[in-house]
């Protein structure tokens, strides 16, 4: 239960999640890095409730358990920087990851990020090939190195990362989801509407799948179906259309 995930097939709730770690935390049955993990997964259950402050704490209690775990510091690295926006720091963290355990691929990916949130879409490009070429059968360099080619407008390449995210990972909405961004971009709207049918089917409740199917109807003329759905999209995530704006999809 500690370690199960809060989104993708058989998700279980964030507050079981937590509850289950803290009961572990609580125990005499860990070792130091067993500790370790644990307050990672904790924190990641934190933050599918939005509590950024516990997050943080716990991934700081992560790295102080057992300094020499390269995982709590990617993970402190990724969380620094898609939470905290504390560039600086992540990079350290990230750096500290790949010297502890350089054939992970975890902090090649996390460091990627940050290029990506630079728009230095090269160096971004170079760390996910690299995390690939250690992790193949990880999803999330697949899919950042496709934002990565969507954000500087190779869309090709970018889909074909895609394609291989829902290969990997056919429970999760992430890949259907930008596949139908990426085909946005390139114009093909029935496609698109069939991704984001597809990203619904597995997560029901995903605000981005909803949010590109209302945007997708919208353009192919329905605006009542289409603003309908952004409207419900919104009320799951107000900051919705925010990945959709950085890929270059605005709301029509």
Known sequence: M?????????????DAKIAACTVLLQSDHLTVRGKADVYVWRSRGYSAKGDSANEMKDLDAAVKTDPTDPNAWAQSCSAHTWTGNEIGRALKECSTA?????????PWTFRGDIYLIQHDYKRAIADY???????PGWMWPWDNRGEAYLRSGDFDHAMTDFD??????????????DHGIAQIRKGNLDAAMTDFEAALKVE??????????GVVKVLKGD??????????????????????????????
């Open 2 to 14: 500690c370690s199960a995930e809060t989104s993708g097939a058989n998700p279980v709730s964030a």
């Open 98 to 106: 790949i010297q502890l355990a350089p054939e992970g691929g975890s």
């Open 129 to 135: 090939s690299h995390a690939i070429r250690l992790s």
């Open 164 to 177: 291989q995210v829902i290969k990997l990972a056919p429970d999760y909405a992430m890949g259907y989801l």
């Open 204 to 213: 029901p409740k995903s605000a981005s799948a909803l949010y590109g199917r």
């Open 223 to 252: 605006r009542v179906g289409g603003e309908a759905d952004i409207a419900a999209s919104r009320a799951i995530s107000p900051s919705v259309a925010k990945m959709f704006d950085e890929d270059g999809v605005r709301t029509p």
